[in-house]
């Protein structure tokens, strides 16, 4: 077998030992909520699809990276690590631009969120935020789920998303029909 080969399938051994204990993870979060009958906090959720976007990412660019980029990943467990850490990262980024409605749009979901005491928030009201907002509806979830997957497997996507929203703000300030 070749060295390239060889470096190929200890890639791709780790990677499917990895996406399968993430998946794992992901499970048993999943049905330990259910077994303790608690609420499932849906970051967890973001974060796994993350988590399995950047796996899936790693996989799909294996054979077009070159053979010193390949010989590192295939001697470092932290290096094929990273990318879906930072894949988790940056879904649970999106899930914080969808709730905030940073990013919105018809094509996110659409989100289930206590209110907050007035006129100034309690601990409680931040507890209950982060234990009790979900998606309005299935189909929210569904769209919840893919893009987190696609906040993983795209290294740029949230990146871009957050440079735009950050243009659209900056054009808002600059913009004379917002002046009184």
């Not at 080969?5 to 990895?18: E, G, N, P």
């Amino acid at each position: 077998m070749s060295t390239r080969t060889a470096m190929l399938h200890t890639v791709t051994k780790r990677l499917i030992l990895m996406t399968a204990t993430a998946l794992a993870g992901v499970v048993a979060v999943f049905g330990l909520t259910l077994f303790w009958h608690q609420r499932f906090m849906i970051s967890w959720v973001c974060f796994g699809c993350g988590l399995l976007g950047g796996f899936v990412s790693i996989q799909q660019r294996l054979k077009k990276l070159g053979d010193e980029e390949l010989a590192l990943l295939s001697r470092s467990w932290f290096q094929i690590l990273l990318v879906p850490i930072y894949g988790g990262i940056f879904s649970l980024v999106l899930y914080v631009g969808l709730l905030s409605e940073i990013v919105k749009g018809p094509l996110f979901p659409h989100f289930a969120i206590p209110p907050f005491t007035e006129p100034l928030p309690t601990r409680d009201d931040v507890i209950r935020f982060l234990s009790q907002t979900y998606p309005t509806s299935g189909q929210d979830v569904a769209k919840l789920l893919f893009w987190s997957f696609v906040a993983g497997f795209s290294e740029r996507f949230v990146p871009q998303l957050l440079a735009r929203s950050e243009q659209g703000d900056k054009a808002g300030q600059n913009d004379p029909a917002d002046k009184p």
